[in-house]
């Protein structure tokens, strides 16, 4: 086990599709990195081969209908080797990880989204993470309706960007709720803004985390 003191920081970014999030990990990750840290930057569903693997199946429009059940389990299943075999290794040598999405999605997706209960994600949370949990979140936030346009941009519609409106307005209103229950752990960014003003306030995150975490 590595000491407080070196462990790296696990700061995670999430937001329902076209917040942003890529363009503003990579500004995030640059702040961190110039003030002396080593980054990582990963992503989920994702993150390790077997974990980009299983990725292709969940977003994916597959030959059969994917049931509920079988995503949650699926994107646990990713999360469990991305934890395994980069975060938790990454964290102890002292490296510092930014991660694309968390727990916070299964918990905004599969629970705000799909409807499917908190028990069951909280249970498959503390079987498969080995009790890895972000120290900080941040939640880039905008109306479905401004991150679905922006998203709608990049071309054909994957397996989730292919739900309704109200899909998305149920995963935004989670998000918002696990940030008001945690507000300790979240940063909540709004992010229906220009690129310039949601960059000044991503880059004081950037700051109040380096303060906070020095
Ligand atoms: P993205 O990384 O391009 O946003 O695509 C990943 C998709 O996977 C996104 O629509 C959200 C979804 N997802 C879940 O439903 N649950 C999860 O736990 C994670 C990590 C992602």
């Given amino acids: ?34 003030a002396g840290h080593a980054v ?4 989920e569903p994702g993150g390790t081969p077997t974990a980009e693997a299983i990725r292709e199946l969940l977003i994916e429009h597959g030959e059969e209908p994917m049931p509920e059940a079988a995503e949650l389990l699926l994107v646990f299943a990713s999360r469990a080797l991305h934890v ?24 905004a997706y599969q629970g705000g989204g799909r409807g499917l209960p908190d028990d069951a994600i909280e ?9 890895v949990k972000p120290d ?9 309706e401004v991150g679905l346009a922006r998203a709608g941009r990049r071309g054909a519609k994957d397996r989730f960007e292919s739900e309704a409106l109200e899909f998305f307005a149920r995963v935004r209103q989670r998000y918002l709720d696990l ?5 300790e752990r979240f940063i909540v ?16 995150a950037g700051q109040h985390i380096l303060k906070h975490f020095k």
């Fill in 189 to 204: 960014i709004d992010a229906s803004g220009t690129l310039d003003v949601v960059e000044k306030a991503v880059e004081s």
């Fill in 1 to 34: 086990m590595t000491d407080a003191r070196t462990r790296g920081r696990f700061i995670t970014v999430e937001g329902i599709e076209g917040v942003g999030k890529s363009t503003h990990i990579r500004r995030l990750a640059a702040l961190l990195e110039h």
């Fill in 40 to 43: 990582d930057v990963t992503r």
């Fill in 179 to 183: 940030a008001a229950a945690e507000p």
């Fill in 84 to 107: 395994a075999n980069r975060i938790r290794p990454a964290l102890d040598s002292g490296v510092w990880v930014i991660s694309d999405r968390f727990v916070d999605a299964s918990r």
């Fill in 123 to 131: 249970s498959l949370a503390e079987f498969a993470l080995d009790g």
């Fill in 136 to 144: 900080l979140t941040l939640l880039l936030d905008a109306p479905p």
